[in-house]
């Protein structure tokens, strides 16, 4: 899923800047704030927010937890790489905002209108709003542990919940804002109508939460909802129509529809060009989404040149450090991988580290995603000390950014798992591989597709260790669930299938193994073709298990 970029020719002819410049203090303008959120400047050196506000609005704690929550997402928003440590004072009159040592406030001070005009503080780390005046210690000493980053009863304001669901979204608190989208759809339902385009709104941030979810078939009944309401509303060529398709071939492609996928992405890009031109940041993006489906089909060498003129026009649009460049350099990385190429992936994948390094800081969450892709191009290679090292890097990061319960840290404590596998310590990959399941089955519940993907790895973690029993039994479990959430012809429940047939074959039941084999064999051919990688590996482990079972004839005992 990917919203507008931001950053086009035309989109920054609409940018105003906000100028309080005090270059003594550090002020700096970093970004545009939206007007009603009334930031007056920033101090970047201290972290530090000047915002008008009124004193009714500081002491209502509903109003502030509405107010704080749409500053955080404009702040992730401006990429401000303050983390959640910035904090905040409020003040009445904007002409008074500032520091009580600034000299332009030296006589504000001394008259106490200064003091007068100074009435909150918010502390974005602790969580913690202070109302003042301090004179009042009453007050301040029982307003002093309001936190304020979960109150239940917002406003309803639809868009203020809105953009509640998309901090907690980003967040990884997936049910949480769920619930808020829902709401702030159902709001917009009855005040709008139910074809307003506020509603295709919320209902394609409603399909973002369940598609993260694992719910397929409700984000994708969701996200075309909105694409038809907004072709209604806009006509077909408009560019909302084309994120709308972009957004259902993204869910698409995770149910492995690769053709219907394919088609939409390609509708969205079309439209994009369309609107944009050539060489837009959205066509990039576009572009970069035809290159995955196209890797996922199988069609590489289709892929990378997709990636590759992502690139091109991301380069061309905002210079060879940005994050965006940054992103299509892993995404060629990726295909290149896929390709064989493992020295050239990593020299992309090396680039992508190095740009997001430099455009965020080591402690981002896309600098764990670049750390985890170069371990994966490392284990591949061989070089599993070198791939364990950045796969715990990537961890920690995750680890510190999000917390220990996050999609992310379930992710990264698997791509160890599957390290540790192919070093031979079975024993600690088992404890990262359960560790994940324990997450996302903390997460997502027990029927998630991405529990049944951490069954399926313990299940292999297992019968590497010879305890075929216990493997099989993850394993048809993972099947089970991918077969429910997915159908049965999906890569997903093909790939379990494949090791429920080398699990019986190690048994020796040669005719069970035969038969899940083909059975893995003839989804994969039906979906990809009999020249994907994939598809012949299977044909490969089936021809192993007729060869087994011929040998079985010849020689009974």
């Not at 694409?227 to 149910?255: C, M, Q, T, W």
């Not at 890097?393 to 950014?401: D, G, M, Q, S, Y």
Request: glycine letters at 6%; charged letters at 25%.
């Amino acid at each position: 899923m990917y919203r507008r970029c931001p950053c086009s020719k035309r989109a920054l002819l609409s940018i105003l800047l906000l100028e309080f410049l005090v270059p003594a203090l550090g002020f700096a303008a970093e970004c545009s704030f939206p007007e009603d959120l009334h930031v007056i400047k920033s101090d970047s050196i201290h972290k530090r927010f000047f915002i008008e506000a009124k004193e009714d609005q500081v002491a209502s704690a509903k109003q502030m937890a509405s107010y704080l929550q749409r500053l955080d997402l404009a702040i992730e928003r401006c990429e401000y790489k303050w983390n959640k440590e910035w904090s905040a004072s409020f003040f009445s009159d904007p002409r008074l905002a500032g520091y009580k040592t600034e000299s332009v406030l030296s006589q504000a001070v001394q008259s106490g209108e200064w003091g007068k005009a100074y009435i909150g503080e918010y502390d974005r780390e602790t969580e913690i709003l202070i109302i003042l005046p301090l004179d009042a210690a009453e007050q301040r000493t029982r307003r002093i542990s309001m936190a304020i980053a979960e109150v239940p009863d917002l406003p309803d304001d639809s868009k203020d919940v809105n953009n509640i669901a998309q901090v907690l979204r980003d967040k990884g608190d997936l049910n949480s804002a769920l619930r808020y989208a829902q709401r702030a759809l159902k709001a917009d339902e009855k005040f709008y109508g139910a074809e307003h385009p506020d509603v295709a709104n919320d209902a394609n941030l409603v399909g973002t939460i369940l598609q993260a979810m694992g719910d397929l078939d409700h984000a994708l009944a969701y996200t075309r909802r909105a694409f038809e309401i907004e072709k209604k509303a806009y006509g077909p060529d408009h560019p909302n129509v084309g994120r709308d398709a972009s957004n259902i071939s993204s869910i698409l492609l995770d149910k492995r529809d690769l053709d219907g996928a394919l088609s939409f992405a390609q509708q969205a890009l079309k439209i994009q060009q369309k609107a944009f031109g050539l060489n837009d940041c959205t066509v990039a993006i576009d572009a970069n989404n035809i290159g995955t489906i196209l890797r996922a089909k199988g069609a590489l060498d289709g892929a990378l040149s997709f990636a590759e003129w992502a690139l091109k026009i991301d380069e061309k649009v905002y210079g060879a450090d940005h994050p965006n460049v940054g992103r299509d350099a892993n995404n060629i990385a990726v295909v290149l991988k896929d390709k064989g190429d493992l020295d050239g992936a990593l020299s992309y994948a090396q680039r992508a580290l190095s740009i997001q390094e430099k455009a965020y800081g080591s402690d981002h969450p896309t600098v764990a995603i670049d750390s985890n892709n170069i371990a994966t191009i490392l284990q591949e290679k061989g070089d599993l000390e070198g791939a364990l090292s950045y796969a715990q890097r990537a961890l920690r990061l995750n680890e510190k950014i999000h917390g220990p319960d996050h999609p992310s840290v379930a992710i990264d404590t698997n791509n160890i798992a599957l390290i540790l596998r192919d070093k031979g310590d079975l024993e600690s990959a088992l404890v990262y591989a359960e560790r994940a399941l324990k997450i996302q089955e903390k997460l997502f519940g027990p029927e998630a597709a991405s529990v049944a993907t951490d069954l399926g790895n313990i299940g292999v973690i297992l019968m590497d260790a010879g305890d075929f029993d216990a493997a099989l039994t993850h394993i048809q479990q993972a099947l089970q669930i991918h077969e429910k959430v997915y159908g049965p012809q999906h890569p997903s429940v093909a790939r379990d299938a494949g090791n429920i047939a080398q699990i019986l074959r190690s048994k020796g039941d040669l005719d069970g193994a035969a038969s899940y084999a083909q059975r893995a064999l003839k989804i994969l051919s039906d979906r990809y073709g009999p020249d994907n990688p994939t598809t012949k590996r299977a044909a490969d482990n089936l021809r192993q298990i007729d060869e087994a079972q011929r040998d079985k004839g010849a020689n009974p005992n």
